[in-house]
Structure formats: structure tokens, C-alpha cells
């Protein structure tokens, strides 16, 4: 009885999920974005279709996630139609997954959706979940109520199918000993390094030296081909300049919003539950609440429902259906702070707190702020498709792009030179650079063709000027000239000498007497394993990369990334053994060859069903 009151308890996220999606169908948000190229189908797969909205989605989502990984990095190297194939291929492969996982029963209840949604922090206002955020945030990716749940849906079912599948693998012993050999294997060996630095400073360059280097490679000091261009671009942020919006139109939008609010009343509960009640804690408790001892410290101490109790009873906002009969009509009988006498349900005996009465407030002078923003977005849209048509034509053989910016009431931007490697602002992009640099720009003169930038950006561009390549004077790249000479000639120098280092220990020195020789520093590694991080990782990594030795020590000479000339000296390889481990390195052994076995049963199944599947893209 108690688990069935909690699970009414967790109804409340039912609830507002269920008005929210009544917001939307009543207010006729439920068809946002689902006219114009989002409705365009970008693959069929069994005959259910994929939207180009939901792959732009998708590839919004993508972006998000490569620019959080890698801050400072310029989206506008995240070119759409480079990352359209593998996220098309990623929706795919999750489609053709969550049908089969359908097919095999696989199901997440309408319940888990909501709790999942009440409990996500990106929709919560100090701590709980608020509607209009949910509506914000999720129109801001395109979605409606009903394809976000249906997103979040899939999703879940998704991950419950493939750990399904990873999890059905299993380990044997020899299969965990075999990796024991490999992951436990340990190497014993010496170095001793030759550093760059000293050699590099000791290098001196004569001007003819410099002068020479640069007559044999002059290709290597030429400014490379730049143009700089016009460009008209148009975005959401260009048409919402200027858009005016009446009080009317405000109020019209207010009015429709307004016929589709529940209006209901919302009480917020909290409880003592007493799953076995009897005369003498009734009493004992309604003698405290008497004496006016706080009723959440009372929560805590005798209520049986642990959850609630935890905070001081609190069982969230009610309609009027979330809680049993009995348990509503009291509630509703009470005055903000007051506690009602027991109440008898299924689940036990209660004390009942009437903490908050609320009645959703739903006025336009709260809403006037974000009904306004929208209709210019609105209208903004609309001008944007208006102007796009428009400029598409003008631009089409135009002289120049500053009649067409006139035509069109916009500006002209115009970038600093850049090469085919790119530049700031639109020059950034790929599709402009290719543009840009095109026979048909570059050398017939001609406007390119309108582009679209993605996130609803276009631009169209054409040549301001042309920029040919041309060979640096020496005085100009002189400093570049030396360093990299520099660096050649030491480059040299360290190699012959350290392969006559190298010479001396095959002939049978020892590391340590060729070190000491030179006035080197060297060192003795015993027993690293491949994740030992008490050691160099580039030396430790050449070690473990080099054959077992026969007859004697098995030697290397290798460049580190700094540019010193290491000396290497593998001497002793010991075979990992699974007895020397403790229990809970098996354990993580026998995991680690889990995931791993369960990782190539799932991409074996996925190519299974990806072969089988009738994809039409």
C-alpha cells in the first residue's frame, strides 16, 4: 500500500506533463516546425521516416558537444555538410535499434518519462520543475512537447536494449589470464638522454649560411593567394531589427495562450504517515503538533514514509487527484499551515500539513515580455523567407552587391584578406572559402550563389579584391630563415652523435659507463608495468613497443618530442601472471573484458540489423 501512495505521490510529474502537453495542442504550438524544409524527409529506414528537422537537431546537439570538448574553438569550422553523414548514420543506427528493441518488448513507461523530466535541473526553477522553462528550452531545439517526449522515449529504450545486449557476454578464465599476461607484463630497462637544447644553442649562422638556405628554398617563403569579398548576409538577428508589434497583436496571442491555461487550484501536501497506527502514538504525536513543535521535525522522527519524511513531510502540489480520496478532501479542507486530525487511507494514518495554495497566474503584463519576443521571432522568420527569395534574385549576375543591399535595406560587409586556410567572420566558413576561391568568383567576377550557413544564416559574397602570391624579400622571413636552419643543422648534429652513443653500448659499454662518460643523465626502470605513471610515458611507450630481448639487451635509439636523443636499453620482460593479482584487479580485469566483449557483440548486432534493414536516404 505504501509503494502504491508513493507511486501517486510521483503522479504529480504525470500531471504537469500531461497539462504542458496541453499547452501546446490547445495553443497550436503542436505543429511548430513541422511545415517548411524541417517537414522535408531525410531518410526512410522500415518504413518509418526520419525528418531533416530531426537531423538538424541532432546536429545542433553535436555542435554543442564538440564546442563544450574543445573551448575556443570556432564553430565555424563545424560545417554542416561535414557532419550531416555521421550524424544521418548515428540516427540511423539508433532507429534501427529502437525498432527492434520494440519488437523484442523492450518499453519505457510513461511514469519513468515524467520523473526523468521533473528531475532534469535544466527545467527546474529554485529546485522544481517549472513549466514555462520546459516550454523555452525545448522550443529553442525545435521540438514540441509530444516529438521531445517521443526523443526521450527513444532514447532510454535505446540504452535499456544495448546494455541488454553488452550484458549478456560472458568471461572465461582463460580469456581473463591471457589479458593478465598482456596488461600485467612488466620491463625492466636503462636510458640515458642526450638533450637538444645545449646543442641547439651552441649552433652560430653566418649571413651567407642564411642567405644560402634561403636561395635553395625560396618556395618556402611566398605569401600564399588571398582575396578579400562583399558579402549580404541575412540571419533571425538582421530581420529582427526594425519589426514592430502592435498591443493588438499581443493581446490576440495573450488571448489564445490564456483559453488553453488550467487554471486549476494547486495545494502543496506534507504528512506524517503511520503505516501501523495505534491510540497511544496518535495521541502522543497530536500533543506535540498541540504544543506547537515544528511538524517537519516530526516528519522526520515518526513517519514511515522515509522518502517524504527525509524533507519534513513534503509531498509536492496536488490538483485535487493525486492522492487518495479521503487524503484530498481533508487537504482541501485546510487553511495554509494547518495540520488536519488523522486521516485513515490504504497506506496508513496520516497527519496532514497544507503547506501552499497556488492558482496558476496566467497575466499579460507577466507575459507580454516573452509574447512580444516571440512575434518578432515570428515575424522575423517571415521576413527572412521574404528577403531570402529576394535576395536570391538581385544577386543573381549583380554588378555590384551594394545596389542589392539597397534594394534590400541591408548592409555589406566586407572581410580582411584571407586565404584558402580561412579567416574571421564568414570568411570562416568552408562553403564561403570555397566560394571565394571558385572560378566563377575568383576569375569571372561573378556573385556567388546564395549560401546557407546553417542556424538559419545565408550570405551571398562576391570578389572586393584579389591578392596574388609573391615571393618574400629575405629581409621579410630572415628570423624564419635561421630558426629553421638552426633547427636543421642541430637536428643533424644530435643524430650523429647519438647514434655514436648508440654505437658505443651495442659494442657492449654500458649505459651507465657511456653516460657517466659524457657527463649524461641516465636512468634505471625496473618492473613498469604499461600504466606505470611513476616513469617518462614516451620512453616507458618505446620500451613496451620494442621486442622482447634473446641474447643480451634489446637496444633503441629514439627522438622524444622535445627533440632529445634517447638511448635505450631494454633488458628484462616478465610475463603478467593472474594468481599475483588481488581480488579486486580480477574484478576489474573480468569488467574490463566485458565492456570490451559487449562493446563488439552490440556493433556486430547493429551491422546485423543496419545490413537487413531497408534504408532509403
Do not use: C
Not at 528577403?387 to 554588378?399: G, I, P, V, W
Amino acid at each position: 500500500m505504501l509503494d502504491n501512495f508513493r507511486t501517486n505521490m510521483r503522479g504529480v510529474a504525470t500531471v504537469i506533463v500531461v497539462i504542458i502537453g496541453a499547452v501546446f495542442v490547445f495553443s497550436g504550438t503542436g505543429s511548430l516546425f513541422l511545415s517548411g524544409p524541417g517537414a522535408e524527409v531525410a531518410a526512410v529506414i522500415n518504413d518509418e521516416q526520419v525528418s531533416d528537422l530531426r537531423v538538424q537537431q541532432v546536429m545542433s546537439t553535436e555542435k554543442q558537444r564538440i564546442l563544450e570538448q574543445n573551448q575556443g574553438l570556432d564553430p565555424a569550422v563545424l560545417d554542416d555538410e561535414l557532419l550531416r553523414p555521421a550524424v544521418l548514420q548515428q540516427i540511423i543506427t539508433g532507429k534501427v535499434l529502437s525498432q527492434s528493441a520494440k519488437k523484442q518488448g523492450f518499453g519505457i513507461s510513461s511514469k519513468q518519462i515524467s520523473e526523468l523530466l521533473i528531475d532534469a535541473k535544466g527545467f527546474q526553477v529554485d529546485g522544481r520543475f517549472d513549466q514555462k522553462t520546459f516550454e523555452y528550452v525545448i522550443r529553442q531545439q525545435g521540438y514540441t512537447s509530444a516529438t521531445f517526449i517521443e526523443m526521450i522515449k527513444q532514447d532510454l529504450i535505446i540504452q535499456q536494449f544495448t546494455r541488454a545486449i553488452s550484458g549478456t557476454n560472458f568471461v572465461t578464465e582463460t580469456e581473463v589470464a591471457s589479458l593478465a599476461k598482456y596488461t600485467e607484463q612488466t620491463r625492466d630497462y636503462y636510458y640515458l638522454t642526450l638533450p637538444m637544447q645545449p646543442i641547439a644553442d651552441s649552433v652560430r649562422l653566418s649571413d651567407q649560411q642564411i642567405s644560402d638556405y634561403y636561395d635553395e628554398n625560396q618556395g618556402q617563403y611566398q605569401t600564399e593567394v588571398q582575396v578579400s569579398v562583399e558579402a549580404i548576409e541575412l540571419n533571425p538577428s538582421v530581420m529582427a531589427v526594425g519589426q514592430s508589434i502592435t498591443d493588438a497583436q499581443i493581446q490576440e496571442r495573450f488571448d489564445q495562450e490564456a483559453s488553453s491555461v488550467d487554471a486549476a487550484e494547486q495545494l502543496q501536501a506534507a504528512h506524517i504517515l503511520l503505516t501501523d497506527a495505534n491510540d497511544e502514538n496518535l495521541m502522543d504525536i497530536q500533543a506535540k503538533l498541540d504544543a506547537g513543535e515544528d511538524f517537519a521535525k516530526l516528519a522526520q522522527t515518526y513517519s514511515d514514509d522515509p522518502v517524504s519524511a527525509e524533507v519534513g513531510g513534503d509531498l509536492g502540489y496536488t490538483t485535487g487527484d493525486t492522492f487518495p480520496e479521503a487524503f484530498e478532501e481533508a487537504l482541501a479542507s485546510l487553511e495554509v499551515d494547518q495540520v488536519s486530525a488523522p486521516v485513515v487511507t490504504d497506506a496508513g494514518t496520516h497527519f496532514i500539513k497544507l503547506l501552499d495554495r497556488q492558482v496558476q497566474r496566467f497575466e499579460l503584463s507577466s507575459e507580454r515580455g516573452r509574447i512580444e519576443r516571440e512575434l518578432i521571432n515570428e515575424a522575423a522568420t517571415d521576413a527572412l523567407v521574404e528577403k531570402l527569395e529576394m535576395l536570391k534574385e538581385l544577386s543573381f549576375n549583380a554588378e555590384t552587391l551594394a545596389d542589392v543591399a539597397v534594394d534590400l535595406g541591408l548592409d555589406v560587409q566586407e572581410t580582411a584578406p584571407f586565404s584558402r586556410d580561412g579567416g574571421v567572420g564568414v570568411a570562416a566558413y568552408p562553403a564561403v572559402i570555397s566560394a571565394a576561391f571558385s572560378k566563377e568568383v575568383l576569375e569571372e567576377k561573378y556573385a556567388s550563389e546564395v549560401m546557407d550557413l546553417g542556424d538559419d544564416r545565408y550570405v551571398v559574397i562576391k570578389l572586393k579584391e584579389h591578392f596574388p602570391a609573391r615571393q618574400k624579400a629575405l629581409s621579410e622571413v630572415k628570423d624564419a630563415v635561421s630558426a629553421t636552419l638552426k633547427e636543421s643543422i642541430a637536428k643533424q648534429q644530435i643524430t650523429e652523435q647519438g647514434s655514436a652513443l648508440l654505437a658505443r653500448v651495442e659494442a657492449g659499454e654500458s649505459i651507465e659507463t657511456v653516460a657517466k662518460a659524457q657527463d649524461l643523465d641516465w636512468q634505471v626502470a625496473s618492473g613498469v608495468k604499461r600504466i606505470s605513471n611513476s616513469v617518462n610515458a614516451e620512453i616507458r611507450n618505446a620500451a613496451f613497443a620494442m621486442a622482447s630481448p634473446n641474447e643480451g639487451a634489446e637496444l633503441k635509439g629514439i627522438f622524444t618530442a622535445n627533440g632529445d636523443y634517447v638511448v635505450l636499453s631494454l633488458n628484462e620482460v616478465t610475463t603478467g601472471n593472474l594468481d599475483d593479482l588481488s581480488r579486486q584487479e580480477r574484478l576489474d580485469l573480468v569488467t574490463a573484458v566485458q565492456t570490451v566483449n559487449g562493446s563488439r557483440d552490440l556493433q556486430a548486432y547493429q551491422a546485423s540489423l543496419l545490413a537487413n534493414a531497408d534504408i532509403v536516404q
